[in-house]
Structure formats: C-alpha cells, structure tokens
C-alpha cells in the first residue's frame, strides 16, 4: 500500500513533467478507430542475486503502436492497441464490446527482464507476460475519462493508469463529445473542495464518498429454478446492491438496496450448460447466469445484470450494468457452494453485487436439497485461527499428559525398589 502510495504521489509529482502521451490505432483505410491519451505507471517485482528488486518506471512518450495493434474485424476479431517501448516491452489494451458499452477486456504486459536500463543486475532474462481483466469501461459513442489513479494489480506487477481519456469503436476519427466518467473521478469530485488550484493537483484521492450510515445486512431468502428435470437453482442468500451514480449537480451519489425476499420474485431457466436465476425487487431485477464447464465437472457464475431506477436526483435515473466475464460461486456438480463472509462480485466499476450468507447449487439437485458443502476460501481462512488455536491447545494438553505418566511411571518406580 504504502509503495502504491508513494508511486501516486511521485506520479502526482511528476504531473507536469510525465505529459500523458496520445496513441491512434488506425484501419486499412486510414480511418481511426482508436485513441488513447494516457499516463501509466509499472512497478514491477523482479529477482536480483537471490534479492526482490523493485524497477519503477513511466510508458515513456516515445513509446510505438505496434503493428499488432488492430481496429478488429467483425465479430472475428476484437480491436487492440499495442503500445511498445524500450527494449521488448509492450503494453495492450484488447478491447471488447457488449451491448451498449465497450471496455479494455484484457490489460497485457510482455516485460524483458534483459533490460538492464530498467532491470538492473536482473538475475533472469527471459520475456515474462503478465495479464488481468480491467474494470475500463464506457458507454459506445462516448469517451472514457478518468482523471485519478486507477490501479490494475497482478503478479509481481502493479500498473496504475491515471489522466486517461480512451475510446474504442470510434466512427468518427476523433474523440466523442459526451464521456463516461470513471466512479474513482466522481468519487473525488465530492471529496475534494476546491481550495488552491495548486493543492488539488497534488492531493491523492480520497475515497469516502459523502457519508452515508451503511443499512443491516440484508435478510436471506431462499429462491429456486425449476428446469426440465426439477429444481436447478436452489439458492439462500441476503442481497444487496450498491450502485454508484452521477446526480445532476455532477456530484457523486450512492444507492445501497437491500432486497426484501417476501417482496422478491424468482424465476429462470435452464438448459444442460446455462442456467438463469432472475431476481426482481420492486424495480430492481438482478440477473445471475450460471454455466457449466463440462470437461471439469464445476458450474459458476459468469454473468450478473442489474438493472434498476436510481432515486430522482440522478442525472440519469435508469440504470444498468452487466459483465459477463465473471469466474465467481464455483463449485463442483453435485455439491452447494457456501459462503457466510460477505461477497462483494464486481459487475462494473459502479455497480457492487453484495451477497450475504450464500449456499447455492445449480445444475444436478438430488432431492431438491442442497449436496455436500464447498466452503469459500473466506471462510476456510477465518476457520483456520480457530483450527490452529485448537490444535496448539490439543499440543499442550498432550504434553501435559505425557509429563503426567512419565511423572507417574517414574513414582512407580520409586515404590517398586523400597
Ligand atoms: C502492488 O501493490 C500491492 C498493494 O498495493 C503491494 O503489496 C505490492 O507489493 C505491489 N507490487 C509491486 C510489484 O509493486
Ligand atoms: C493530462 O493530460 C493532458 C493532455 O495530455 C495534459 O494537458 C494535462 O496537463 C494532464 N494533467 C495531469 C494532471 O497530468
Ligand atoms: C525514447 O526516449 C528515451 C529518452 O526519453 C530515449 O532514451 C530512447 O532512445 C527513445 N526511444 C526511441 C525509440 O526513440
Ligand atoms: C457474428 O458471427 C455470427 C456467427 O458466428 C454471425 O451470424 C453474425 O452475423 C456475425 N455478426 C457480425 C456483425 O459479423
Ligand atoms: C550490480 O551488481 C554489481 C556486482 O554484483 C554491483 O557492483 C552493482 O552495484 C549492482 N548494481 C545495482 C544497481 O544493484
Ligand atoms: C464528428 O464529430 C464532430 C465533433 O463532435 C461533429 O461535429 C460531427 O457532426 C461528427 N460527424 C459525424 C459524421 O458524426
Ligand atoms: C450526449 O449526451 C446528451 C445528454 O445525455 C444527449 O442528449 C446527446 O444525444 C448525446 N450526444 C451524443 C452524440 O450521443
Ligand atoms: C420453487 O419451489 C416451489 C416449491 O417446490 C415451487 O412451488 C416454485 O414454483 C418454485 N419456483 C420456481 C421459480 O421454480
Ligand atoms: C459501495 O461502493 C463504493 C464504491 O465502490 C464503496 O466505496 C463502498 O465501500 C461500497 N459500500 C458497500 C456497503 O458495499
Ligand atoms: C412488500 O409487499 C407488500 C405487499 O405488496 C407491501 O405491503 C409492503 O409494503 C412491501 N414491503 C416493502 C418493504 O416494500
Ligand atoms: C426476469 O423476470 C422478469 C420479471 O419476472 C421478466 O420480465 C424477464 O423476462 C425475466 N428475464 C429472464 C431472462 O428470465
Ligand atoms: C434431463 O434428464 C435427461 C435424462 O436424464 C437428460 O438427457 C437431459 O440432458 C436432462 N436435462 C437437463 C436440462 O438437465
């Protein structure tokens, strides 16, 4: 956290000197379909005689869109952006649409570990990749605007996006007027009063929106799915949604909605690899899709859409959110999957799924009763304290016992030679 912090503020620092630089991506026709102005920061983790090395480094202005770089073909193939720099590294951006929105599905980084301006005394010198899903996503025909940090962390390397404006599927060879604003942006709008123009550029982001008292934790219900076959979604679970929002003043608000499960409809259905559990709460409908990967006999959760009417301040009261490339609630056919620690899934950047005290199963129900228990791994960590504090008590009270018939063999003994 705290070098995160530090590479902010040097970043912050840095401002005026690290100038984000502009990239275009164009077709075979000369058309652009892409442009990106961004400024991105690498921490990367590397070995150094037996030594963890850190190299902190800026995507230099300089840097090439590379020729792998693609405006995308169709649905055949997804328009990318390949930004290369120094000597073999490379940045991509694999864009992806959906619906009414477009998004960076997959952040690619190829780093040469050979590289010793970067990598100094560098013990391996091989090319690594690393790769993470992002949460950069907006609105087709519109901009992509995040002014403040955004951090994608993977292994062994952190790369924190800040002063970006992108977008993808451009029609029109420039950037669009309207912008779909990032929640870290809307965030610090209402967090930071503007006092001096200096103080606002150097300050890091807060991230407490206007306080608002959190509501209980949601009730559970109990919802199910019959298929062809009988019962195939059997689920207890609390709901709630947390959406983040822009009110018409531009501010940031926050809709935390609990569902009531008397007042909660289900309904779904299933075929052999897909199921659907359609929730709706009085204007509120969460969709949750489940699959199932055959080869590995385990079913979860791919996609969630949300759909609901914010409270009337909204700039735009009807809202919506999906993301179908989720890898959540995973278990095997034939057993339940629970959770009792709060799961937070990730639709969009605005839009939080909080499921409470989840046990479900999908697919094979025998007697439409939950099969056998896969416990989360939250769980599994908050069980092992008390696994450990129970096997350090059992290690004490053999001990003890083991002094006690030694003690008393001993004693024995004693009597035996008198
Ligand atoms: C990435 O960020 C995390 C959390 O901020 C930190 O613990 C980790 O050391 C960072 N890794 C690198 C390679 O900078
Ligand atoms: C953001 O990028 C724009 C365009 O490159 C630049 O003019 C501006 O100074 C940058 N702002 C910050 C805070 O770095
Ligand atoms: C990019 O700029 C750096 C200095 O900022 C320089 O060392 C490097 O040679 C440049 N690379 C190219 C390909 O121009
Ligand atoms: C996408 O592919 C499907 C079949 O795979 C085809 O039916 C459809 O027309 C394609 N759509 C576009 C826009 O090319
Ligand atoms: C690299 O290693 C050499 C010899 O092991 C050492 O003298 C030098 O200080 C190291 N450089 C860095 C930047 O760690
Ligand atoms: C292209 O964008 C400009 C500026 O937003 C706008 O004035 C123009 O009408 C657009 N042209 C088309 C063909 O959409
Ligand atoms: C931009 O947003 C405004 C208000 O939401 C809308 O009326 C307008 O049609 C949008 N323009 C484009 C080009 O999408
Ligand atoms: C859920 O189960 C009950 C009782 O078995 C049944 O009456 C109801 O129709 C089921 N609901 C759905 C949506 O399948
Ligand atoms: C709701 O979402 C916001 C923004 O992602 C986050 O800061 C906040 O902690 C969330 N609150 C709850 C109760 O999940
Ligand atoms: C639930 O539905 C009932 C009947 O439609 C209604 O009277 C009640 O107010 C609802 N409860 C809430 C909290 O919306
Ligand atoms: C979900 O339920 C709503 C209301 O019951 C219905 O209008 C909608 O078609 C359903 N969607 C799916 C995918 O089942
Ligand atoms: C229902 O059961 C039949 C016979 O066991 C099986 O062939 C079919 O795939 C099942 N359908 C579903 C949706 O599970």
């Known amino acids: 956290m705290a070098g995160a912090r530090g590479l902010l503020a040097a970043a912050a620092l840095l401002g005026f000197l690290q100038a984000s630089s502009s990239f275009e991506v164009k077709d075979s026709s000369g058309k652009v379909c892409i442009i990106a102005d961004l ?28 020729s792998q770089s693609s405006c995308g073909n169709g649905n055949k193939s997804h328009p990318i952006l390949v930004l290369g720099f120094g000597a073999g590294h490379s940045l991509s951006l694999n864009f992806s649409e959906h619906a009414d929105n477009y998004q960076v599905e997959e952040l690619v980084f190829h780093y040469n570990l050979s590289d010793a301006t970067l990598f100094h005394n560098s013990t391996a010198g091989e090319v690594k990749k690393v790769s993470h899903k992002t949460t950069i996503q907006a609105h087709m025909g519109t901009k992509y605007r995040c002014i403040n940090a955004k951090h994608v962390n993977m292994k062994s390397v952190n790369i924190t996006f800040s002063n970006v404006t992108l977008e993808a599927y451009l029609t029109n060879g420039t950037f669009s007027t309207n912008k779909t604003e990032c929640a870290e942006d809307m965030v610090s709008t209402t967090a930071i009063v503007p006092t001096t123009p200096k103080q606002t550029t150097s300050q890091v982001p807060t991230t407490s929106p206007a306080p608002t008292a959190s509501p209980p934790n949601p009730a559970v219900g109990k919802y199910n799915v019959t298929g062809p076959n009988g019962t195939c979604v059997l689920a207890y679970m609390g709901l709630q949604l947390n959406i983040t929002y822009q009110k018409k003043d531009q501010k940031m608000g ?14 779904g259905r299933c075929d052999n690899t897909s199921a659907f559990l359609n929730l709706t709460f009085e204007k ?15 079913y979860f959760l ?27 609630l995973r278990a095997t056919v034939g057993n339940s999957y629970k959770c009792s620690a709060e799961e937070n899934l990730q639709v969009t950047d605005k839009a939080l799924v909080n499921v409470f005290n989840v046990q479900i199963q999908v697919f094979k129900i025998d007697g439409d009763k939950f099969g056998a228990v896969e416990e989360c791994q939250l769980d599994e960590n908050n069980m092992l304290i008390p696994i450990i504090v129970g096997a350090a008590l059992a290690g004490l009270v053999l001990i003890v016992l083991i002094a006690y018939l030694i003690g008393r063999k001993r004693s024995h003994a004693g009597y035996q030679t008198i």
Not at 284 to 298: C, D, G, P, Q, W
Not at 306 to 319: H, I, M, N, Q, Y
């Open 302 to 328: 791919q996609g969630v859409n949300v759909s609901t009417t914010l409270p009337s301040e909204a700039k735009d009261p009807k809202f919506e959110a999906w993301n179908n490339s989720m890898s959540e």
């Open 39 to 66: 400024t991105v920061a690498f921490s990367v983790e590397y070995k150094s005689n037996g030594q963890k090395e850190f190299a902190h480094f800026f995507l230099p202005q300089n840097a090439t869109v590379e």
């Open 284 to 298: 509120t409908r969460v969709i949750f899709y489940f699959v199932l990967n055959a080869s590995t006999e385990k």
């Open 254 to 267: 926050l809709d935390l909605l609990n569902f009531i499960p008397q007042n909660t409809t289900s309904s």
